[in-house]
């Protein structure tokens, strides 16, 4: 089976743990009339694959059966029975949508593309090595799938675009906010676009390093030992670095 986006999203989320926060029984938003049906978690967007739990006021779970999650992005509840009291809900919310996240493992497949192209596709949302049907790209060997080495700098990449799109952010706003309807603005100043930019140099090093292992793992010819050549006696008299400064010499503290 081929390489799914839906899995490069669950694992680039496993090292992504101030992504989500877990809350519990905490109130839905709307008005009880006994005729309201719609309901809002006061916290959004929702992680569509953590577990969602609704309870009456006597703290009794509701059937999932007797609701619907109508949207994850802004935390849209419908129950088929309009409640006549007060409901609570634990749930995981996100920092990021899972549009977000999907269009970042969009963009790491082309980071991947770029640092080491083999004419690879995204068909019906995942890597393939045919445009028109869903085939499992062969590295050597191995199937790109099952080789976690290959998986490895499909995910570098994907981390590269996250902070790449976070620091973008950070540079352009300071801050990072959220608002929800019960507990109001929430503001984030860690994203510091400096040391999200220091960050974004450590994975395009991890990115590159890896390209080469990942290469040599398929037997790609043109990725060898790199010997450097010797230095001609111009070379050195031209460009190396002359010791005897004024500090050296003593003219300046």
Known sequence: MAYSLSTAISELKRG???????????PLEGLVDGSNKVFYLAYFPVSSSG???????????????????ESYETGVVSFTTAPSEGYTASYTTQSLTDTELTNTVKNGFDKMEAEYNRNWYITSDSIS??????VDPVTGSYTFSTSRLQVKLYLLCCEYELIKARAKYAAAYHVKYR???????????????????????????????????????????????????????????????????????????
Not at 16 to 22: G, I, V
Not at 129 to 134: A, D, G, K, L, R
Not at 214 to 243: E, K, L
């Open 129 to 134: 090595s045919s445009s028109s049907s869903v």
């Open 51 to 69: 577990t969602l739990a609704v309870y009456n006021a006597s703290g009794a779970v509701i059937s999932s059966g007797s609701y619907t999650v």
């Open 16 to 26: 992504m743990f101030w992504n989500e926060r877990t809350l519990t029984r905490e």
């Open 179 to 253: 608002e929800s309807r019960t507990g109001g603005v929430q503001i984030d100043r860690t994203q510091s676009a400096d040391q999200l930019m220091a960050l974004l140099e450590i994975v395009q090093k991890d990115i590159e390093d890896t390209v080469i292992v990942c290469a040599n793992q398929s037997g790609d010819t043109p990725w060898g030992t790199y010997i450097p050549g010797g230095r001609s006696d111009v070379y050195h008299d031209m460009f190396d670095y002359w010791s005897d400064g004024k500090q050296d010499r003593g003219e300046i503290p």
